[in-house]
């Protein structure tokens, strides 16, 4: 029975922010929405560009050590 209170309880809650929301306070919402997208953007853009720069570091590293490993099949082949 509890849990049931507890999904009703959120229910109502969620329909009273959306009404809250939707009909007193809709215009501090869109300033709150467009005070907050700009950094959102930002930050997502930078995590992002992390991301990509570490995959190419990633793929580099991952390319040298192929590399040395092919040098070292090399080497050891004609004294075998």
Do not use: H, Y
């Not at 029975?1 to 009273?16: E, N, S, W």
């Not at 950094?39 to 390319?63: E, T, Y």
């Amino acid at each position: 029975m509890g849990k049931i209170l507890a999904v009703l309880g959120g229910l109502v809650a969620m329909a009273g922010g959306v009404v809250l929301v939707a009909l007193v306070w809709w215009p501090q919402f869109t300033c709150l929405v467009k005070g907050v997208i700009p950094p959102l953007l930002f930050f997502g853009g930078l995590i992002a560009l992390i991301a990509g720069v570490s995959s190419f570091k990633d793929a580099a590293r991952a390319k040298k050590l192929e590399s040395e490993l092919k040098e070292d099949e090399k080497k050891a082949s004609p004294n075998a």
